[in-house]
């Protein structure tokens, strides 16, 4: 070793590969190296749906030799014609030294109760589109017959090094007018960022690709629907890369779409903003309208440009997740000594309940610094006399709603499932209420506290309107909530709940601060435990950071111990008998070593 070596700053990005597991040995290999990360932008063309209403997304994994299977990101759901351009980015670490090959599977919704269906799957190597002279590559999607059913288009960017910043702002638009008078105001809004194409495109020997590259602007941003003659968005929040390349002096668009429930959006007017005059405190412009209609006003106010934190700044800071879980014992899931039973315990193995639990919790707990878990239910009756209760402790236990395992958790479960008698209706809202005093008692205690959490339900939610009363209340507090639908039930209201479209708004008029919610049907992927958790967990990230962003709280300063000085490979001895919960009972989805 070389004396008095220069201090190390913390390498961000390890990769850790397992190599072997037995029983009492794992064989790792660790990379020291620290990744590039490479931004990919996604669209598609002529796309043929098997209907012009069902929602298109696009998820991309890798299926190398190291890492068969993994998933790194997916879009969002969109709701549009034959040609889709995605505002959600993907971020993947480029190893120039490895054959990255990927592949983006384009997935067809119709809704939560149908699920997903696969459209077409496109294969390449990262190394094609980061190396393409204009950064871009066009890729045919083929279906189970091997014929093509679209294209995809991959956009490649570089995030620059160094500190991360990020753009908030208010933004109001006054009098939408209707383009007639039979149409409802329902409007949504479309971002876009400025490509500063001013250059003609290199690959002049694929026009597909030049048509590309001659486009100026890149959609980066889709927001909610709002419905009535104003449009308004409070604390808007942007990773200033991805709008604007961190150029004060750059510009970008600004588009208002009338929303249809047919998919047949269209496009009303825009506008383009300076953003070197949303520092000057407010910015007014008219927008640019397609007919020949007073255009509306377009007010910016409140304009922030600060240092953006990361998820893993504040996990390194210390933040605390801490885990609650609900469990839905209604009649409908039929009573466990039922073989049709979502509660039927399966020996040797674990039912849906328990494998939703497991797949979310055993990745969640690595960021609980407490170790205990909070386990509810609700609509059943216990004790003497028997009363539906809609929100008690698994432990029935009052004071002690905690386990301090999975396997602790899953035997109570198992013995409780004899003491319940299952009943009904199906309420939310009680837990919720607890769930927020909890939150609110623990950030007391510790900003750093936040609180996730996994609700597992069979059908309908009865309570809608008071369910949403309270979601709209977390939603001002550090809460992100998981709702796994169990079993083949009408979760349509979940789609509500989920507020892709609309905002969800209380009984009071509030508005959602922030989209806290999300829901899974577990049966899309009851056959992939480890999909099902990168779809459970994927907004969470950015709701945490979301948060506290809005509520100007930085991460602490603390680092995570470096890597670099650790040899390429080692061997890590582990007693799996002494593991949090029995290995044999069960398995844990994947082994994870801090």
Request: charged residues 20%; neutral net charge; contains cysteine.
């Amino acid at each position: 070793q070389t004396p008095n070596p220069k201090p190390q700053t913390p390498t961000p990005y390890k990769v850790i590969s397992i190599l072997k597991v037995n029983k009492y040995k794992i064989i790792m290999s660790v990379s020291t190296q620290e990744f590039e990360k490479v931004s990919l932008y996604i669209s598609c063309r002529g796309l043929k749906k098997s209907h012009p209403n069902n929602q298109v997304s696009v998820s991309l994994q890798s299926f190398d030799n190291r890492m068969d299977g993994t998933y790194l990101g997916k879009t969002e759901q969109v709701n549009t014609d034959s040609n889709v351009d995605f505002a959600t980015n993907i971020d993947i670490n480029f190893i120039f030294e490895r054959k990255q090959s990927i592949k983006a599977i384009c997935y067809e919704n119709r809704d939560n109760i149908h699920g997903s269906t696969i459209l077409g799957i496109a294969n390449f190597d990262l190394s094609e589109v980061v190396g393409s002279l204009d950064n871009l590559k066009i890729y045919h999607l083929m279906n189970n017959a091997n014929v093509s059913i679209g294209k995809i288009v991959l956009r490649s960017e570089r995030p620059s090094g160094g500190p991360q910043y990020h753009m908030s702002f208010d933004l109001f638009i006054s009098m939408i007018p209707k383009f007639n008078y039979f149409s409802y105001r329902n409007y949504y809004l479309e971002i876009y960022k400025n490509l500063q194409n001013d250059k003609k495109g290199k690959s002049f020997n694929n026009m597909e690709v030049l048509k590309e590259t001659q486009l100026k602007w890149l959609l980066v941003e889709n927001t909610k629907c709002q419905k009535g003659e104003n449009y308004e968005l409070r604390n808007f929040n942007i990773a200033a890369l991805k709008l604007c390349n961190n150029d004060l002096n750059n510009i970008f668009k600004i588009e208002i779409w009338k929303f249809k429930k047919n998919s047949q959006h269209y496009l009303m007017g825009e506008i383009e903003v300076p953003i070197k005059s949303l520092t000057e405190g407010r910015y007014q412009g008219s927008f640019t309208m397609l007919k020949s209609i007073d255009p509306p006003v377009l007010t910016i106010q409140n304009f922030k440009y600060e240092e953006s934190f990361t998820f893993l700044d504040y996990i390194r800071g210390g933040l605390c997740i801490n885990l609650v879980v609900g469990i839905d014992f209604t009649a409908s899931n039929k009573d466990p000594s039922d073989l049709s039973s979502l509660h039927r315990i399966i020996n040797d193995g674990l039912n849906m309940y328990q494998s939703s639990i497991l797949s979310v919790g055993e990745i969640l707990e690595d960021y609980n610094h407490t170790g205990q878990i909070a386990t509810y239910g609700f609509g059943a009756k216990f004790g003497n006399p028997s009363v539906t209760s809609h929100f008690f402790p698994l432990s029935l236990n009052n004071t002690n709603p905690f386990f301090n395992s999975f396997n602790e958790l899953f035997e109570t479960y198992k013995k409780r499932l004899f003491d319940l008698q299952f009943s009904g209706p199906t309420l939310f809202a009680p837990l919720l209420e607890k769930l927020i005093e909890f939150a609110e008692r623990k950030f007391q205690l510790n900003p750093f506290n936040y609180t996730t959490l996994l609700l597992l339900t069979d059908g309908v939610v009865n309570d809608l309107q008071a369910t949403i009363d309270q979601v709209v209340k977390a939603s001002k507090l550090p809460i992100s909530i998981i709702i796994v639908g169990i079993g083949n039930e009408n979760f349509e209201n979940m789609n509500v709940l989920d507020a892709d479209v609309h905002p969800l708004i209380s009984s009071l008029g509030e508005q959602s601060h922030a989209d806290i919610l999300q829901f899974v049907p577990y049966n899309q992927f009851m056959n992939n435990p480890f999909l099902l958790r990168s779809e459970v967990l994927a907004e969470l990230p950015i709701q945490v950071t979301n948060f506290y962003r809005k509520m100007n709280i930085r991460p602490l300063n603390r680092h995570a111990p470096s890597l670099t000085n650790l040899s390429r490979q080692f061997t890590v001895q582990a007693d799996l008998n002494n593991a949090k919960y029995n290995a044999d009972k069960y398995p844990s989805l994947e082994t994870v070593f801090k």
